[in-house]
């Protein structure tokens, strides 16, 4: 009898793999190479050096800046976080202003920090037209601002602060990161034709005990995907750590991508393991989960590979 209901099974999951949505991702704007010389030393930068990964271009204030110190600390204590980008801090100073600025940093910190490079007269902030006439300490210098470069040497993004203490947090930064990963590979997601995710369920509800219908009017927007939620608190709680609540595999049934198909959920039929949703599809006959459960160390093996795959997650 298990054998039979496995082969229904597997017989519906080829009758259902090809509902799919998509959406697109683009970069901004192609970037030059350029080379850049470590302010005090000898190291160079460029961009062929960033080895696949993105670049995050931070242009420091010119002049004494105490909060471009605070900032830079910011970020080479959390650069664990974002293992996947290079973190790239410039000033325009001269060699000796730079190096002054630095020594600035505790022992302990300077253990830890990350290299400064000069831009001499500006001329990389300028290509890059990060605007200048910000008056700061009796001079008129650029604005604060990071560019991030994507793997293709293209720009996805930039931020240029109003004054020296707007600047683009780590932790924005890492936020925006966990976007654009899941929006490059928010095409194989399983969605509906208005980029609706879990059928409209709560994804947060599903780690609070049982799956709960989220309203329309309480969503948000993510990686170009839309979720619905019971209640603000949920929703907010999904806003502070996307990563946390979102359903593996794109939310289709985890028993079908272990056999790398994709192949709609009940939207109430789940599993939480090792803080991972996975949903399962289910009808009158069979219930996916109950395959899963068979060896289910092996199938997120499997299903993790297929995924990957499919969607370069």
């Given at each position: 009898m298990k054998w039979i209901l496995r082969t229904r099974f597997t017989l519906e999951i080829a009758a259902l793999v090809a509902l799919n949505a998509a959406i697109p991702y683009a970069a901004i704007a192609t970037t030059t190479d350029f080379t850049l010389k470590e302010a005090g030393g000898d190291r160079t930068f460029s961009l062929g050096q960033a080895n696949g990964k993105y670049v995050a271009l931070h242009f420091l204030l010119k002049t004494e800046c105490p909060v471009c110190l605070d900032y830079t600390k910011k970020y080479a204590a959390n650069a664990a976080k974002l293992p996947n980008v290079v973190q790239v801090f410039i000033k325009p100073d001269s060699e000796e202003e730079i190096v002054a600025w630095a020594e600035k940093l505790s022992p302990d910190e300077k253990a830890n920090a990350p290299i400064i490079y000069r831009d001499p007269d500006a001329k990389l902030a300028d290509e890059f037209g990060i605007p200048n006439g910000y008056a700061f300490h009796g001079e008129t210098v650029h604005f604060p601002?990071?560019?991030?470069?994507?793997?293709?040497?293209?720009?996805?993004?930039?931020?240029?602060?109003?004054?020296?203490?707007?600047?683009?947090?780590?932790?924005?930064?890492?936020?925006?990161?966990?976007?654009?990963?899941?929006?490059?590979?928010?095409?194989?997601?399983?969605?509906?034709?208005?980029?609706?995710?879990?059928?409209?369920?709560?994804?947060?509800?599903?780690?609070?005990?049982?799956?709960?219908?989220?309203?329309?009017?309480?969503?948000?927007?993510?990686?170009?995907?839309?979720?619905?939620?019971?209640?603000?608190?949920?929703?907010?709680?999904?806003?502070?750590?996307?990563?946390?609540?979102?359903?593996?595999?794109?939310?289709?049934?985890?028993?079908?991508?272990?056999?790398?198909?994709?192949?709609?959920?009940?939207?109430?039929?789940?599993?939480?393991?090792?803080?991972?949703?996975?949903?399962?599809?289910?009808?009158?006959?069979?219930?996916?989960?109950?395959?899963?459960?068979?060896?289910?160390?092996?199938?997120?093996?499997?299903?993790?590979?297929?995924w990957h795959d499919i969607s370069g997650e």
């Open positions: 601002a990071l560019v991030l470069i994507g793997p293709d040497a293209k720009e996805v993004f930039r931020y240029v602060g109003k004054s020296n203490t707007d600047r683009y947090s780590i932790d924005k930064l890492v936020t925006m990161m966990s976007e654009l990963k899941h929006q490059a590979a928010a095409k194989a997601y399983n969605l509906d034709k208005s980029k609706l995710a879990l059928q409209g369920y709560d994804a947060v509800s599903y780690f609070k005990g049982k799956a709960v219908e989220g309203k329309k009017d309480i969503s948000t927007t993510f990686a170009g995907v839309t979720y619905y939620f019971a209640d603000t608190k949920n929703r907010d709680a999904f806003l502070a750590d996307p990563d946390r609540y979102l359903p593996a595999y794109g939310g289709w049934c985890a028993t079908a991508m272990a056999l790398g198909k994709k192949v709609e959920i009940s939207p109430d039929n789940y599993k939480i393991t090792d803080g991972r949703l996975f949903l399962f599809y289910k009808n009158f006959i069979t219930n996916a989960i109950s395959d899963w459960n068979r060896d289910e160390p092996q199938n997120i093996a499997m299903a993790d590979k297929h």
